[in-house]
């Protein structure tokens, strides 16, 4: 019995700096469920970015969001991302065109949370957008089949594909970012 409360404790703290830095984080993050294409989560940024209430965006259909002429793109998107477990890229006006100017990139990748896979959509204005396009030496690197792991000059860990946390069965980049390799 103190074993399962203490796991729940546990479960509790972790919870709670998930959400801490899930709400605070600079990125617009919507959290999708792989199976569904329902909406999990997302962020105040994600919400305000997509001209929505944050409370209207959960267990709604990711490509919902998006303009009728260009949901087959983000459902692609998300289904390529499925197939392949490669990130993938994807530029579209922003939704609600009418009261927004502009374009957003819709930046998917894959990962597993125990026995559930989502996919983390980060959302970014074209214009802000900088650090989110890739050039073509990241896109190969990250699209690699190879596992690719990048160190500081102390071997800790910077960043790494998927390919590297698929073959050390890392479920989450977080879990090994800033360890030592």
């Given at each position: 019995r103190q074993s399962v409360e203490k796991n729940a404790r546990g479960q509790k703290q972790a919870e709670?700096?998930?959400?801490?830095?899930?709400?605070?984080?600079?990125?617009?993050?919507v959290m999708v469920d792989a199976a569904t294409g329902r909406i999990r989560d997302a962020n105040q940024r994600a919400a305000a970015l997509l001209g929505?209430?944050?409370?209207?965006?959960?267990?709604?259909?990711?490509?919902?969001?998006?303009?009728?002429?260009?949901?087959?793109?983000?459902?692609?998107l998300l289904t390529g991302v499925l197939a392949t477990g490669n990130p993938a890229v994807?530029?579209?006006?922003?939704?609600?065109d009418g009261l927004n100017d502009g374009a957003i990139e819709l930046a998917a990748e894959l990962f597993r949370a125990g026995d559930l896979k989502l996919?983390?959509?980060?959302?970014?204005?074209?214009?802000?957008?900088g650090h989110a396009t890739d050039n073509g030496i990241e896109a190969l690197v990250r699209e690699a089949a190879e596992a690719i792991v990048l160190t500081d000059v102390d071997g800790r860990v910077v960043w790494?594909?998927?390919?590297?946390?698929?073959?050390?069965?890392?479920?989450?980049?977080?879990r090994a970012t800033g360890r030592p390799f």
């Open positions: 709670a700096h998930y959400r801490l830095l899930f709400e605070t984080s600079s990125d617009a993050i929505i209430s944050g409370s209207d965006v959960n267990s709604r259909k990711f490509t919902s969001l998006f303009d009728k002429s260009r949901q087959a793109d983000v459902k692609s994807l530029r579209i006006d922003r939704p609600n996919m983390m959509v980060r959302l970014a204005m074209v214009e802000d957008a790494m594909n998927e390919s590297f946390l698929v073959l050390a069965a890392i479920p989450l980049a977080a």
